[in-house]
């Protein structure tokens, strides 16, 4: 099984992840051998095939190759081919996706959801940004917390978290959920401002302001991933 592997010098112990492109990395302490590191890959042989396939199926329920769910909507995908720049469109039930024809000749362009173009990823990332943006400076108000930078990702295990320093992260791949689910991910993140924890006062904090936290933590388990 191929794998990549990551030094870290304070790390005391081997720790095993699977990447945004679907590969194992290894997080090892310096100088740990590599018949060591090797033989504990293959000890998690099971769990990275299972936490593999949850990650391709967690995204493909959300984007095929003919269409995309945005904010729990599903949208039907319309490729055409243009003599102007990339670009993506919503128009009504229908995400345009528009690829430059560089050919003279008349082109069939085609979309693969395993590999969407930059500019289409460019696109889910810009609309999840300008969005949770938007809730987070809402719901802080509403809860009265403060916080200090915001920063997306691609995390391949959470849909977000809470730094001591009080910087908040998010997956930007919660454009693809209900405004709902979305709505609590932030209240769970904002609440760690208040608690640094899972206690009873968290959960007291996060059920005040989304009472059907439950079932939004169910469905969001659902997916594979977490969040802390």
């Not at 968290?202 to 469905?219: A, G």
């Amino acid at each position: 099984m191929e794998y990549t592997v990551k030094i870290h010098k304070r790390s005391k112990k081997l720790s095993l992840r699977i990447g945004k492109d679907g590969m194992p990395q290894v997080t090892i302490p310096a100088f740990t051998p590599k018949f060591i590191v090797k033989k504990f890959v293959a000890q998690n042989n099971h769990w990275i095939q299972k936490h593999q396939k949850i990650k391709k199926d967690s995204i493909a329920q959300f984007l095929t190759n003919s269409s995309v769910t945005l904010f729990g909507k599903r949208y039907k995908i319309k490729i055409i081919s243009t003599l102007q720049p990339s670009k993506v469109s919503l128009l009504d039930d229908v995400i345009q996706i528009a690829f430059h024809n560089t050919s003279k000749k008349r082109l069939h362009p085609s979309f693969n959801s395993s590999n969407p173009p930059v500019f289409f990823t460019k696109f889910l990332k810009n609309t999840a940004t300008h969005y949770i943006i938007k809730r987070i400076v809402d719901l802080a108000e509403k809860m009265d917390i403060k916080y200090k930078n915001i920063h997306f990702k691609e995390q391949t295990t959470r849909w977000g978290s809470c730094s001591s320093k009080g910087n908040l992260n998010f997956n930007w791949r919660l454009v693809h959920f209900a405004p709902k689910i979305i709505d609590y991910v932030i209240i769970h993140e904002l609440a760690h401002r208040e608690q640094m924890n899972h206690s009873d006062k968290f959960w007291q904090l996060v059920e005040k302001h989304d009472p059907e936290y439950r079932l939004n933590r169910r469905w969001l388990k659902e997916t594979g991933s977490k969040i802390d």
